[in-house]
Nanobody, 124 residues
Framework: QVQLVESGGGSVQAGGSLRLSCAAS??????MAWFRQAPGKEREGVAA????????SYASSVKGRFTISQDNAKNTLYLQMNSLKPEDTAMYYC???????????????????WGQGTQVTVSS
């Protein structure tokens, strides 16, 4: 059973930083990503990458502030979030996709596996 477990969420003031982690039970995926969903809003792609590759994709709203990375030895995906803003407040989810088929990095429908989420709250 594939498992993705997020951690690292919390409450922080605007301008602060957090690092989210996503521990995977296996790292045989081809692609992984971070999504977020605020109350009353649709789930949106934040950042994505190719496992073992260098290509990354970011939402325009987080580009230059967030960095997605991977540690293959630890089967862990990270999201470093700097210069946080109140509008970054949301539940953050880790997602994964095995190889095959088209990859739309920030599209939720691309991904087959999801974690339970970790809450990020940014106060002004």
């Amino acid at each position: 059973q594939v498992q993705l477990v997020e951690s690292g969420g919390g409450s922080v003031q605007a301008g602060g930083s957090l690092r989210l982690s996503c521990a995977a039970s296996e790292f045989t995926y081809a692609y992984m990503a971070w999504f977020r969903q605020a109350p009353g809003k649709e789930r949106e792609g934040v950042a994505a990458l190719i496992i073992g590759g260098s290509r990354t994709s970011y939402a325009s709203s987080v580009k230059g502030r967030f960095t997605i990375s991977q540690d293959n030895a630890k089967n862990t995906l990270y999201l470093q979030m700097n210069s946080l803003k109140p509008e970054d407040t949301a539940m953050y989810y880790c997602a994964a996709k095995r190889g095959g088929g088209s990859w739309y990095p920030l599209s939720p429908s691309t991904y087959n596996y999801w974690g339970q989420g970790t809450q990020v709250t940014v106060s002004s």
